[in-house]
């Protein structure tokens, strides 16, 4: 049994026609999971996505759900769940043109696991990009893309707790779900294109 916990932020502003949603999975410190294990959680997560205001315009803004669901990765069944301490609100800083909306950044989340014959991988779509982080090549600058690894990068740093970031494979049929560490964090060098934020 292998409890993971989900913690998740509510993308509003002008730039959205309906709220939009970013969701990070978790291997909690104490198994099962805690309250402070969500607190921890919800605090590195809120913390990478601060670090990153200076690449998104200042019409998106991030609400932490303070809810953390816990679900048994292998069944995909809810366990529980736990409310930690909500962080403040994240709200971008740049107030330059806008790239389209359906232009984002990406951030690459990598695993040493494989699952069904493949590398176990995730990512963490980047809303809001600013024209001034276009190259003449249409594609993300470098500063841009090392913000990514940056600011994301520090979700590895320990917290409060040992809780640490997963990806979760979904299980089908009640099965063969799994979750593993987060090893490697970095951002792409190209835009990548999300259709929907819809949870």
Same mark, same amino acid.
């Given at each position: 049994?292998a409890? /993971?916990? @989900?913690? $998740?932020?509510? !993308?509003t502003?002008?730039?959205?026609? *309906?709220?939009?949603i970013?969701i +990070?999975?978790?291997s909690p410190?104490?198994?099962g999971?805690?309250?402070a294990?969500?607190?921890? #959680?919800?605090?590195r997560f809120?913390? *990478?996505?601060?670090?990153?205001?200076?690449f998104?315009t200042n019409t998106v803004?991030?609400?932490?759900?303070?809810? #953390?669901? $816990? /679900?048994?990765?292998?069944?995909?069944? !809810?366990?529980?769940?736990?409310?930690?301490t909500?962080? $403040?609100?994240?709200?971008g800083?740049?107030?330059?043109?806008?790239l389209? %909306?359906?232009?984002?950044? +990406?951030c @690459?989340?990598?695993t040493?696991?494989?699952?069904?014959?493949r590398?176990l991988?995730?990512?963490?779509?980047?809303?809001?990009?600013c024209?001034?982080d276009?190259t003449?090549?249409g594609?993300?600058s470098s500063?841009?893309s090392?913000g990514i690894?940056?600011?994301f990068?520090? +979700?590895?740093t320990p917290g409060?707790?040992?809780s640490?970031?997963?990806?979760?494979h979904r299980? %089908?049929g009640g099965?063969?779900?799994?979750s593993a !560490?987060?090893?490697s964090?970095g951002g792409?060098t190209?835009? *990548?294109v999300?259709?929907?934020r @819809?949870?």
């Amino acid at each position: 049994m292998a409890v /993971i916990l @989900r913690t $998740a932020a509510t !993308l509003t502003g002008s730039a959205y026609s *309906s709220p939009g949603i970013s969701i +990070l999975w978790w291997s909690p410190g104490t198994v099962g999971g805690s309250t402070a294990d969500a607190t921890d #959680c919800l605090a590195r997560f809120r913390a *990478s996505w601060n670090a990153f205001v200076g690449f998104m315009t200042n019409t998106v803004t991030l609400t932490f759900d303070p809810v #953390c669901i $816990a /679900i048994e990765a292998t069944t995909g069944a !809810l366990t529980g769940s736990f409310v930690g301490t909500q962080p $403040a609100n994240v709200t971008g800083t740049v107030a330059t043109d806008a790239l389209p %909306k359906q232009t984002q950044g +990406l951030c @690459r989340l990598g695993t040493s696991s494989v699952v069904g014959g493949r590398r176990l991988r995730g990512r963490l779509f980047m809303p809001n990009p600013c024209e001034a982080d276009n190259t003449p090549a249409g594609a993300p600058s470098s500063t841009y893309s090392s913000g990514i690894t940056t600011a994301f990068g520090s +979700l590895l740093t320990p917290g409060a707790t040992a809780s640490a970031p997963v990806i979760w494979h979904r299980p %089908k049929g009640g099965t063969g779900g799994a979750s593993a !560490l987060i090893t490697s964090i970095g951002g792409a060098t190209s835009w *990548s294109v999300l259709r929907s934020r @819809r949870g």
